[in-house]
């Protein structure tokens, strides 16, 4: 552990750092201590702070920066998320006021609201789907032989995908199927459609002489109802934050961002990771090195988890440069999954 000074020194210059980006000298430090400290107090305290591994000195300045290790004693015993000001307050309940129509649209609005406020890539995954029932299946022909599947959920969400069914499937035995689908599956969680169900449905549909691929186009619909959404924004603030001139790289990371199970790891909520210190923070913090990937060596990813209740849990994130303002972008989604979650569970009210 640290003196309390050398942990004043310490916090000093990382929030300096973060805000003007630049090296800190020991006069810089020594200004804005809150108690009255010699310039030689601060460089040696500077030095033993980089002795410990803390802060870093650069090749071309006599200032010093933040090690990894540095940012991360100042985020598990430091930091104190800010509250965040009343324009951001009043740009995001704007913009989460509006006429949404399904949980995804919030969910992706979300996404879209964090990365415009931080001009970082941002994350927002909805709640689960485990609670989640089915209220209907439908089958409407949109062709000889193209019809579009639809699953209705009793959180107000529809899922349709389009297929092509054999020419000899007609309308009469298209109806009959829905019929028996929606007798096995109305009223039943997404979560208890397993393959013992749909094995008993297979055996409904053939018994009464329908098509099998109408099996293969319910199941593609209930596992695209089922699987977690995840909304991504601001892939090409990747671009200013990112220090590599390899273009290879750059596509790599892109490449990173697109895929969906990649990120949906990457930002798991692990409660046990939350910030240790006394601000009662939720939100999660990875530094570079902390994360799956040589790709973010230079970032940082901030995860927060916001609960609907009976709905289930969610996720959003923040992927940012390593130094980032933590303190504004921890109070920012403190605030933010707590709102969240307030237009979610105002949206479910109205199935109730």
């Not at 740009?91 to 992706?108: A, G, H, K, T």
């Not at 009959?176 to 459609?193: C, E, F, H, Y």
């Amino acid at each position: 552990m640290l003196t309390e000074r050398q942990e004043l020194i310490l916090k000093t210059i990382i929030m300096d750092f973060t805000q003007s980006h630049e090296p800190v000298g020991s006069k810089t430090v020594m200004n804005q201590l809150p108690v009255k400290v010699s310039s030689a107090t601060v460089r040696n305290e500077m030095a033993a702070l980089e002795e410990k591994g803390l802060l870093e000195k650069t090749h071309s300045s006599s200032g010093r920066i933040p090690s990894t290790a540095g940012y991360r004693y100042y985020l598990d015993h430091l930091i104190n998320p800010v509250k965040i000001p009343a324009s951001v307050y009043n740009r995001i309940i704007y913009q989460l006021d509006q006429p949404f129509q399904q949980v995804n649209e919030i969910v992706q609005e979300a996404a879209k609201i964090l990365s415009d406020l931080t001009n970082y890539t941002a994350f927002a995954a909805g709640p689960e789907t485990r609670s989640v029932k089915v209220t209907g299946f439908r089958i409407v022909p949109l062709s000889s032989h193209q019809v579009m599947a639809i699953l209705v959920t009793d959180d107000g969400n529809v899922k349709n995908q389009i297929y092509t069914l054999p020419h000899h499937t007609n309308g009469e035995e298209i109806e009959k199927a829905v019929r028996l689908i929606n007798d096995q599956l109305v009223g039943k969680p997404l979560s208890s459609v397993n393959e013992v169900l749909l094995k008993r449905i297979a055996d409904h549909l053939v018994a009464g002489g329908s098509a099998p691929e109408i099996l293969d186009l319910l199941q593609d619909v209930i596992k695209d109802a089922a699987s977690e959404q995840m909304y991504v924004d601001g892939q090409i603030n990747l671009l200013s934050n990112y220090e590599s001139d390899d273009l290879a790289k750059v596509k790599s990371l892109y490449k990173l961002i697109d895929q969906n199970d990649a990120i949906s790891s990457l930002i798991g909520f692990n409660p046990k990771d939350e910030i240790k210190n006394d601000s009662k923070s939720k939100v999660q913090v990875k530094l570079g090195s902390e994360l799956q990937s040589d790709l973010l060596e230079d970032y940082s990813l901030l995860t927060a988890q916001y609960s609907v209740g009976k709905y289930g849990k969610g996720t959003i994130a923040l992927l940012g440069p390593t130094n980032m303002p933590y303190s504004q972008m921890i109070g920012l989604l403190e605030y933010f999954r707590n709102e969240l979650a307030k237009k979610l569970l105002d949206y479910y009210g109205r199935f109730k």
